[in-house]
């Protein structure tokens, strides 16, 4: 269709007659559902876009005021901003891996070993990541012995989903000098069996084997990290933060975002802190960089999770009185990088999952924020998973530290909690509404368990687990909430609210199209939405 005739259709379905000259646009979105998740949470039908911006949102009375050189027919489908997911983990994957995530059973898990120790041979190290013993037949972990039964002559070491604890077969422990003598790891557990023996499973600190493993090379992970980054695209993912790396990494981030340069989402890494004076001589700190690729907060790991489990709580674990998990770092140490990385001008991102590191960690940051004042830290907490007291939220809402949450947790790990929590701490696992209610800006992420965001929105409006169960309804977020949760409220974390994150004027225009109506749909079925396209930028990237 030539543009002239495109123009005329335009204004006859409109209703109106051309009566000035029309403003030149890229592309036009028509005849949908546009739910802008702006502040009033208004809805429109039309969004016109130009240089990779939104320049008008509203209704057909936009069909006389520009002219486009590209129309897109929604067709009553929903248009809404693509997501941020605000804490992710994106990898590229080498050839030693093996890719764990949809194993049904161990048996499954064998055949995988199998296949790649017949395709590397003898010796070579195997890695791999994403069992779940939820998700497994046999509803237990894979132990020691399964792994020797499928790659006797292969060390190997394969992480549970959400990292927190793995399982190594007998030549990787025997390599890294872990038997039944081995004393227990600082911040860590050597599991044992009933002989005294090493089980193979190994909680928070199984690099005591993983270092074992020869890194690959940036080149070697290069085209599956790209092709990972792309498949966020998939999701409806325009924006991620990477949830960790190193300053030295960083380069190679900033290689492949020049090589791809607009068409892989927009991220921000997250990198830890390696002393003030290293620091320093990066030169550089959160928020550096531009609208495709910044610095991230600072990353702190103050406890482990509930798939170790080592989540650090106030009270005992269910059936386990004297065990409340463990701190990564004494407190010594803790306060002194929170007070070295604030007073550095970096904002920090730092990991908190039981009520007990949640609180210390509050109280570091609160002491670090009165005696450095900064109206611009926007420091937050991954996770908070076991809700602290009342007087640590209002401590929280007072100085401005946020939160990103993962309520897909409440759904994929409902087992775990169900085996170490008990009573409140169970029923109000993964809080939404409390800490909102406090005043908390709260967004809401994968962290890859699972990644793709409407698991995490169902989980959020429902409150349902893996069986059917709801678990705190009280928690829910309403679908609104939750869909700003997962936009704009996710913006905010990179101090970028004000460039993404809804459609308004002004705003990238990084959008998505969904396969229905999801404020339509029975809640029960949003976690079978479809992202039909993806726009970054007003380009079309799937």
């Not at 007990?356 to 009165?370: G, P, W």
């Not at 705003?507 to 404020?519: M, Q, Y």
């Amino acid at each position: 269709m030539s543009r002239l005739i495109l123009f005329s259709v335009l204004l006859l379905v409109g209703g109106c007659r051309q009566s000035a000259p029309l403003f030149p646009a890229d592309t036009m979105f028509i005849n949908g559902k546009v739910l802008t998740l702006d502040e009033d949470s208004s809805t429109a039908s039309v969004v016109v876009v130009d240089e990779g911006l939104i320049v008008a949102v509203g209704n057909k009375a936009l069909y006389g005021k520009y002219g486009p050189r590209d129309v897109v027919d929604l067709d009553g489908r929903v248009l809404m901003p693509g997501f941020v997911d605000s804490h992710t983990h994106i990898r590229g994957r080498a050839r030693r891996h093996v890719e764990l995530g949809k194993a049904t059973s161990i048996r499954q898990i064998g055949q995988l070993l199998g296949a790649k120790a017949a395709e590397l041979g003898p010796g070579e190290w195997i890695s791999g990541y994403g069992w779940s013993e939820d998700a497994l037949a046999e509803q237990r972990r894979p132990l020691r012995a399964d792994l020797d039964a499928a790659a006797p002559d292969n060390p190997v070491l394969l992480t549970r989903a959400g990292g927190h604890s793995a399982v190594a077969n007998s030549l990787a422990l025997e390599l890294a000098g872990v038997d039944r003598d081995t004393p227990q790891p600082e911040g860590g557990v050597i599991e044992y069996d009933g002989d005294g023996e090493p089980n193979g499973i190994i909680r928070e600190r199984q690099a005591i084997v993983g270092d074992l493993i020869p890194e690959a090379s940036d080149d070697e992970l290069r085209e599956s990290l790209v092709a990972a980054l792309r498949d966020q695209l998939r999701l409806g993912i325009t924006s991620l933060v990477q949830a960790m790396d190193t300053v030295d990494h960083y380069a190679e981030w900033e290689r492949i975002y020049q090589e791809h340069r607009g068409q892989l989402p927009r991220a921000a890494v997250q990198v830890a802190w390696e002393g003030a004076e290293r620091m320093v001589a990066f030169g550089r700190t959160s928020g550096a960089g531009d609208t495709h690729l910044r610095l991230g907060a600072i990353k702190i790991f103050v406890d482990g999770g509930f798939t170790g489990p080592a989540a650090f709580t106030t009270a005992p674990y269910r059936g386990r009185p004297d065990y409340r998990g463990k701190l990564n770092m004494s407190v010594e140490v803790l306060r002194q990088t929170i007070r070295e990385a604030h007073a550095a001008g970096w904002q920090l991102g730092i990991h908190a999952i039981g009520d007990a590191a949640i609180e210390l960690t509050v109280e570091e940051l609160d002491a670090a924020i009165a005696d450095m004042p900064r109206d611009d830290h926007r420091h937050y907490l991954n996770h908070f998973t076991i809700m602290p007291s009342a007087a640590t939220m209002d401590t929280m809402a007072a100085r401005g530290i946020a939160i990103t949450q993962q309520p897909n947790f409440t759904y994929t790990l409902e087992g775990r909690y169900a085996e170490y929590l008990d009573g409140e701490r169970l029923r109000r696992n993964n809080p939404l509404r409390t800490p909102m209610d406090h005043g908390i800006h709260l967004a809401i992420s994968s962290d890859i368990l699972p990644i793709g965001p409407m698991r995490g929105i169902h989980a959020a409006v429902t409150r349902r687990g893996m069986s059917g169960a709801v678990i705190g309804e009280e928690e829910a977020l309403t679908l609104i909430e939750a869909l700003r949760a997962y936009t704009l409220r996710g913006a905010y974390l990179t101090f970028e609210e004000q460039q993404k994150g809804s459609i308004e004027p002004g705003k990238f225009a990084d959008l998505i199209v969904l396969d229905r109506d999801i404020t339509d749909v029975d809640p029960l079925d949003i976690a079978d939405i479809r992202v039909e396209q993806t726009w970054l930028a007003g380009q079309r990237v799937f």
